[in-house]
């Protein structure tokens, strides 16, 4: 289906790929093609893709925690964090909790996503892979990348359509860059579902619209 729009839409330079559980902030979409500018005129890096800040994903997940002063309380719970994902740091994915207490380390979405667009403009080179649950990337890049030839799978090692994208990333010397001051939300890691659907009905106000954002 991507592979369809995008051939479609055969004029569009500028293409964002999201999964359909994540949470926008107000200006994203300018905020993000803005950004991507910004880090293609700064840096020497040709460009795979660009992403913001996803508090419950493998990447972002340390330093938010890290800025949130829960880094210890977070390990007390599940065990040491490090940054990575379901190799090196499975609890992300045993469901015990995880999207709960970082859900609560949110609270309001809007109110979050707020306080990092308040935030000075900053970047950073993802040194492992990231997720692409939420990202941007230019015409170029997915011509270059001859289409998705996978559909989308668990994201282990290369397969499905993350493998594909970060693999052709990594062995064609294509950057990727986290946005610092941009932040969405993403509603469950895989397979978790039904537990934040309970955080969601006990916690409504973490997801409510606030229309001060």
Request: aromatic share 14%.
């Amino acid at each position: 289906m991507t592979n369809i729009i995008l051939k479609l839409f055969s004029k569009a330079e500028y293409i964002f790929k999201m999964d359909e559980d994540i949470y926008l902030p107000k200006n994203y979409f300018s905020s993000m093609i803005a950004a991507y500018d910004k880090i293609e005129a700064d840096t020497e890096y040709e460009i795979g893709y660009i992403l913001p800040t996803m508090p419950l994903g493998v990447y972002a997940m340390h330093n938010f925690l890290k800025e949130r002063g829960k880094l210890k309380e977070y390990e007390n719970k599940f065990g040491k964090h490090i940054i990575g994902g379901t190799s090196v740091n499975p609890v992300l994915r045993e469901h015990i909790g995880v999207d709960e207490f970082i859900w609560s380390l949110i609270g309001n979405f809007d109110d979050c996503a707020r306080d990092y667009s308040e935030k000075p403009f900053s970047y950073e080179i993802c040194p492992i892979r990231p997720s692409i649950a939420s990202i941007l990337f230019k015409r170029k890049f997915w011509d270059d990348l001859g289409l998705l030839k996978k559909f989308r799978d668990s994201g282990v090692g290369d397969s499905g359509d993350e493998g594909q994208m970060t693999t052709y990333c990594a062995l064609n010397y294509r950057a990727c860059f986290c946005v610092k001051n941009l932040m969405v939300g993403h509603f469950a890691f895989g397979g978790s579902e039904p537990n934040v659907l309970k955080i969601k009905d006990k916690h409504p106000e973490y997801f409510e619209f606030n229309e001060t954002q």
